[in-house]
């Protein structure tokens, strides 16, 4: 596998897909779905030969060597004037053990996703051609070590996603896509303009001995590696160091969604399709504490160790207004949307601990929520699609009509809840260990614990409306699940329930890179204090 490009057909196999889907007729509708199909299932197969070779054993932040399945050259190079010299952007990919699991999430969660839009009528040679076009942006974001690439990736997704939503979605789907893509512009032009500063504050040193300005995520992270002029530098007395990590996080903390930046995501999930809320829920919401946990904090160790209990305040509230509003609801779509704020405040809190048990619990919580929160947007559309309504109160006794579906629905719910046995308990209680386990956030997290009491509140209460009491005769002709619908639900059940049994597997590949974040992160303070920041 050394010489062997995965990382490029994982992540560009889609666009090449997409090509063919916009060559072929538009009355052909059965087989735009089987190719878009088959690319998911190949990018899936892809994935997983890449989690069978991966190497648990290395991990390191900001040690090129310690990354997998690398693949540079260089991509762009434009000759500079003056101080800017030569302009060097690298095509840089690379693995370890914070993107392997989140690779191995968009694939499972995009091949779920293809299914459940094969009822997709309209339009659908350029639903499926913008569904591949996502796929690439998202992949790319978690395998690209170059800041300029992962720029790009993280822009390339935001257009197909508007369109997803604003032509495939529901009755308010214009207003739903301007409010997503303003706020994900917004957050991008901050990321924007910190890489900019990053790049002019870091160099790296050419083949030829000389040195010059980089992208390069892992020579930004490299204390040797700035330069004492660097607006963004450490070693310089008048940066704005400060700034620009607050400008980062939110950029990032838009995509999470944390409060109070969240209030696109309601709108988004209500309108858009089924499968868009799949891959916005299970995927694209990772893209933001994975941007923390690549860039924010392993560049900016410095400022981290300062501002961790903010981000802890942060991730209670996301916890407890997340789960509040969630019960407030009475949309099933929009009650699910906000028990993903909620639930990404499980995410920060772990992230906030800044030690192994907490950062692994919030991987691990990253991967664990995409596949539930998927199997939840899943369900929501299935009982939509038959009945045309998400109004919790207009059902009630759907147990007796349609038994094997709330079966499934029985597993999402619980996991959602944390049910010991299931893969939300163990995440979770990584996430509360390694919260409890540092002194200046343990009283955020003995608060924050009010969120699992109201995440069983909320879902036990809508599990009471929908599936429970008396059937409603309006729906006494309803049929269970149909031969696609297996096929979206069962792999993700054996998911919840494998990693809620035994975690092990995923959390070997963690443990090396988040110990190498950690004590990175923990050392860098020797570093900065001595250069008087």
């Given at each position: 596998m050394e010489n062997f490009p995965i990382l490029t057909l994982i992540t560009f196999l889609p666009i090449l897909g997409m090509i063919i889907v916009l060559f072929l007729p538009k009355d052909q509708p059965v087989i735009i779905r089987s190719l878009s199909l088959l690319v998911s299932g190949i990018q899936l197969i892809l994935s997983a030969v890449l989690l069978m070779n991966y190497n648990?054993?290395?991990?390191?932040?900001?040690?090129?060597?310690?990354?997998?399945?690398?693949?540079?050259?260089?991509?762009?190079?434009?000759?500079?004037?003056?101080?800017?010299?030569?302009?060097?952007?690298?095509?840089?990919?690379?693995?370890?053990?914070?993107?392997?699991?989140?690779?191995?999430?968009?694939?499972?969660?995009?091949?779920?996703?293809?299914?459940?839009?094969?009822?997709?009528?309209k339009s659908v040679k350029g639903y499926f051609a913008m569904f591949l076009l996502l796929n690439t942006g998202m992949m790319g974001v978690f395998v690209a070590l170059d800041f300029f690439l992962f720029y790009v990736f993280w822009e390339v997704m935001l257009l197909p996603m508007y369109f997803l939503i604003g032509i495939w979605g529901g009755p308010r789907r214009e207003y739903a896509a301007i409010k997503f893509f303003i706020y994900?512009?917004?957050?991008?032009?901050?990321?924007?303009?910190v890489m900019i500063g990053l790049y002019f504050s870091s160099m790296e040193t050419l083949a030829d001995g000389t040195r010059a300005f980089t992208f390069n995520m892992l020579e930004m992270m490299n204390?040797?590696?700035?330069?004492?002029?660097?607006?963004?530098?450490?070693?310089n007395p008048n940066n704005l160091r400060f700034l620009a990590y607050v400008a980062l996080f939110v950029g990032f903390a838009i995509k999470i969604p944390m409060f109070p930046f969240h209030t696109w995501l309601p709108d988004a999930h209500v309108e858009a399709p089924t499968a868009i809320s799949v891959i916005l829920a299970g995927v694209l919401l990772k893209?933001?504490?994975?941007?923390?946990?690549?860039?924010?904090?392993?560049?900016?160790?410095?400022?981290?160790?300062?501002?961790?209990?903010?981000?802890?305040?942060?991730?209670?509230?996301?916890?407890?207004?997340?789960?509040?509003?969630?019960?407030?609801?009475?949309?099933?779509?929009?009650l699910i949307a906000y028990s993903s704020v909620s639930h990404m405040g499980f995410v920060m809190l772990g992230m906030a601990s800044l030690n192994t048990l907490g950062v692994t619990g919030a991987i691990l919580q990253m991967f664990n929520h995409g596949t539930i929160t998927a199997m939840l947007f899943l369900i929501v559309g299935v009982v939509y699609?038959?009945?045309?309504?998400?109004?919790?109160?207009?059902?009630?006794?759907?147990?007796?009509?349609?038994?094997?579906?709330?079966?499934?629905v029985t597993v999402a719910f619980f996991a959602a809840i944390g049910l010991p046995g299931l893969s939300g308990f163990i995440s979770e209680a990584l996430v509360f260990l390694g919260a409890f386990g540092k002194d200046t956030i343990r009283i955020i997290a003995i608060v924050s614990t009010l969120g699992i009491l109201l995440g069983a509140g909320y879902m036990l209460w809508a599990l009471q409306r929908v599936f429970l009491g008396p059937l409603n005769e309006k729906w006494s002709s309803l049929k269970d699940l149909e031969p696609r619908e297996y096929l979206m639900f069962i792999p993700l059940t054996i998911i919840i329930i494998f990693l809620g049994v035994y975690p092990s597997p995923m959390l070997k590949f963690m443990n090396a890179s988040v110990n190498a974040m950690v004590k990175f992160i923990a050392d860098a303070q020797a570093f900065y204090g001595s250069a008087g920041f």
């Amino acid at each position: 596998m050394e010489n062997f490009p995965i990382l490029t057909l994982i992540t560009f196999l889609p666009i090449l897909g997409m090509i063919i889907v916009l060559f072929l007729p538009k009355d052909q509708p059965v087989i735009i779905r089987s190719l878009s199909l088959l690319v998911s299932g190949i990018q899936l197969i892809l994935s997983a030969v890449l989690l069978m070779n991966y190497n648990y054993n290395l991990g390191g932040i900001n040690d090129p060597a310690s990354f997998q399945f690398v693949e540079k050259f260089r991509w762009i190079e434009i000759e500079g004037f003056s101080w800017i010299g030569t302009i060097k952007i690298d095509y840089f990919l690379g693995v370890d053990g914070l993107s392997t699991p989140m690779v191995l999430l968009t694939a499972i969660v995009t091949f779920i996703a293809t299914l459940s839009s094969w009822n997709i009528d309209k339009s659908v040679k350029g639903y499926f051609a913008m569904f591949l076009l996502l796929n690439t942006g998202m992949m790319g974001v978690f395998v690209a070590l170059d800041f300029f690439l992962f720029y790009v990736f993280w822009e390339v997704m935001l257009l197909p996603m508007y369109f997803l939503i604003g032509i495939w979605g529901g009755p308010r789907r214009e207003y739903a896509a301007i409010k997503f893509f303003i706020y994900t512009l917004l957050g991008s032009i901050f990321i924007l303009l910190v890489m900019i500063g990053l790049y002019f504050s870091s160099m790296e040193t050419l083949a030829d001995g000389t040195r010059a300005f980089t992208f390069n995520m892992l020579e930004m992270m490299n204390s040797d590696n700035y330069t004492q002029t660097g607006i963004l530098s450490p070693l310089n007395p008048n940066n704005l160091r400060f700034l620009a990590y607050v400008a980062l996080f939110v950029g990032f903390a838009i995509k999470i969604p944390m409060f109070p930046f969240h209030t696109w995501l309601p709108d988004a999930h209500v309108e858009a399709p089924t499968a868009i809320s799949v891959i916005l829920a299970g995927v694209l919401l990772k893209m933001g504490t994975y941007g923390i946990l690549r860039i924010s904090f392993p560049v900016f160790p410095d400022i981290t160790q300062h501002l961790h209990w903010w981000i802890a305040v942060f991730g209670m509230i996301n916890i407890i207004y997340g789960a509040f509003c969630a019960m407030a609801q009475k949309d099933f779509k929009r009650l699910i949307a906000y028990s993903s704020v909620s639930h990404m405040g499980f995410v920060m809190l772990g992230m906030a601990s800044l030690n192994t048990l907490g950062v692994t619990g919030a991987i691990l919580q990253m991967f664990n929520h995409g596949t539930i929160t998927a199997m939840l947007f899943l369900i929501v559309g299935v009982v939509y699609d038959r009945t045309h309504t998400r109004d919790l109160d207009a059902f009630g006794g759907l147990g007796k009509q349609m038994p094997i579906y709330t079966g499934f629905v029985t597993v999402a719910f619980f996991a959602a809840i944390g049910l010991p046995g299931l893969s939300g308990f163990i995440s979770e209680a990584l996430v509360f260990l390694g919260a409890f386990g540092k002194d200046t956030i343990r009283i955020i997290a003995i608060v924050s614990t009010l969120g699992i009491l109201l995440g069983a509140g909320y879902m036990l209460w809508a599990l009471q409306r929908v599936f429970l009491g008396p059937l409603n005769e309006k729906w006494s002709s309803l049929k269970d699940l149909e031969p696609r619908e297996y096929l979206m639900f069962i792999p993700l059940t054996i998911i919840i329930i494998f990693l809620g049994v035994y975690p092990s597997p995923m959390l070997k590949f963690m443990n090396a890179s988040v110990n190498a974040m950690v004590k990175f992160i923990a050392d860098a303070q020797a570093f900065y204090g001595s250069a008087g920041f």
